[in-house]
């Protein structure tokens, strides 16, 4: 997944209640601890408040009161920042208008965040019902059982891989499987559509 998919990903996690270590994060999201510090930089520049606390237990979490509700904030309220900023530009406080820019700007970031983030939903099995990968998939996880695939790689082939899918969720009509993959030693995504075939192990 790209590295904007995935700080959504991210967000979608540390908002479930629990706190995550960096080193969980970075196994959720199949990137290094690195880039997991470089998403939560980003994030807070678009106005996330990321809690976090140090010692044993202590990782990062979102409280959920400040996400920002994306049902009160819609393109019309950026549409009158923007003619502001127009009109901010007569002023001579050269510091107010680079405040407000600023401000402007995270605002923006917000927006669009939150309107990404509202795409993402797990996938409804019931909907789904008649779809054998989906109900295999869906075994399991529930079984905590592996899973042998033929996967469609970025270069354009056939791979196999034993995984341990753990979730599914939909992301701009895609459906996506989380698992931990056996030959990477780590969490990653996997795109549905590119699963050519699966079997029990």
């Known amino acids: 997944m790209s590295k904007i998919s995935n ?9 479930n209640g629990r706190v995550y270590s960096v080193k969980e994060l970075s196994m959720e999201l199949g990137v290094t ?24 237990g202590g990782g990062y979490y979102i409280n959920k009161n400040d996400i920002m509700n994306i049902d009160y904030f819609n393109k019309y309220d950026l549409e009158v920042l923007d003619r502001v900023e127009e009109n901010i530009k007569n002023i001579s406080d050269n510091k107010l208008i680079s405040d407000f820019n600023k401000l402007n700007k995270k605002l923006h970031s917000i927006y669009n965040t939150n309107k990404i983030l509202s795409e993402y939903k797990n996938v409804d099995v019931t909907v789904n019902k008649n779809d054998e ?22 270069s354009g082939k056939i791979v196999k891989r034993e995984i341990i899918p753990i ?11 989380t698992a931990f993959c056996k030959l990477r030693g780590s ?4 795109d ?8 029990l192990k």
């Open 187 to 190: 969490i990653r995504h996997f």
């Open 33 to 56: 601890e690195r880039m997991v510090r470089y998403y939560k930089e980003q994030l807070e520049m678009a106005g996330y408040i990321i809690e976090s606390f140090k010692g044993p």
């Open 7 to 15: 700080a959504f990903l991210m967000i979608k996690l540390l908002s």
């Open 167 to 177: 979730n599914m969720f939909e992301f701009e009509d895609n459906i996506y499987v």
């Open 133 to 154: 990968k989906i109900n295999i998939i869906d075994k399991c996880i529930k079984d905590k059982k592996s899973l042998l695939i033929d996967y469609l790689g970025t």
């Open 192 to 199: 549905l559509k590119k699963i050519i075939l699966l079997k």
